[in-house]
């Protein structure tokens, strides 16, 4: 398979915006990216991986880090948000930007993707991804909240929905909502959800299987 692994936001947007970028803060994003090396893009060893990455131009050396790390078809920015309230709806605005850079290299190399995962950088994944019982045949999800909304710090789906998710997302964007509530957006247009962790207060935000880095 062919696979499209896209990153929204930075690692540690708070620390990097109020302290600066030093070697503690450069060791701390690479062992992270290790992390993701082995628990999340080890489940797709056996495919061909790009990567993407939207994100904020905060500094020069975390901006080589991923390029360096990273088999990148795509690194590019968004305004910076230091509005905590704006950054619940920036992710929407990330998302966008990453499904119209996808777009445009598929146009550009008529490849096609088989799948798509949209994620972030500041998440430290606690468990193997392996472990989880993915299906390819519908836009999976790690949990619905109580609230009827859903945790969107991990989807991933097939490449017959990447149309109906970029208008889910511009439902979200039109509407001035917040990611969070894809899944009613993703139903409206008839896609089938699956749902990989059930919803305990313990495991409110999903800390069975990551931890943010913030």
Not at 67 to 83: A, E, F, M, Q
Not at 101 to 118: A, E, G, H, P, W
Not at 132 to 152: T, V
Request: glycine letters at 4%; charged letters at 25%; aromatic letters at 16%.
């Amino acid at each position: 398979m062919k696979i499209a692994i896209a990153y929204r936001g930075v690692f540690n947007f708070q620390k990097i915006n109020q302290f600066g970028v030093d070697s503690n803060i450069l060791l701390d994003i690479k062992e992270n990216l290790d992390n993701h090396k082995n628990f999340l893009h080890g489940i797709f060893s056996n495919c061909e991986v790009d990567y993407y990455f939207s994100t904020y131009n905060l500094n020069d050396d975390v901006n080589k880090l991923y390029k360096n790390n990273l088999n990148l078809n795509y690194y590019g920015y968004i305004p910076t948000s230091k509005n905590p309230n704006e950054r619940w709806r920036v992710h929407r605005d990330h998302c966008k930007n990453l499904i119209l850079n996808i777009k445009t290299y598929i146009k550009r190399s008529r490849n096609n993707y088989d799948l798509f995962v949209f994620t972030r950088p500041d998440i430290k994944f606690l468990e193997d991804f392996k472990k989880l019982e993915w299906d390819y045949s519908k836009f999976n999800i790690l949990m619905e909240h109580l609230s009827g909304n859903c945790d969107d710090n991990f989807f991933l789906f097939p490449a017959n929905f990447f149309d109906k998710f970029e208008h889910s997302i511009d439902s979200l964007i039109k509407g001035s909502r917040i990611t969070h509530e894809i899944n009613h957006e993703l139903v409206k247009r008839n896609i089938p959800i699956k749902y990989h962790v059930e919803y305990t207060e313990k495991e409110y935000l999903g800390h069975n299987l990551f931890k943010f880095c913030k």
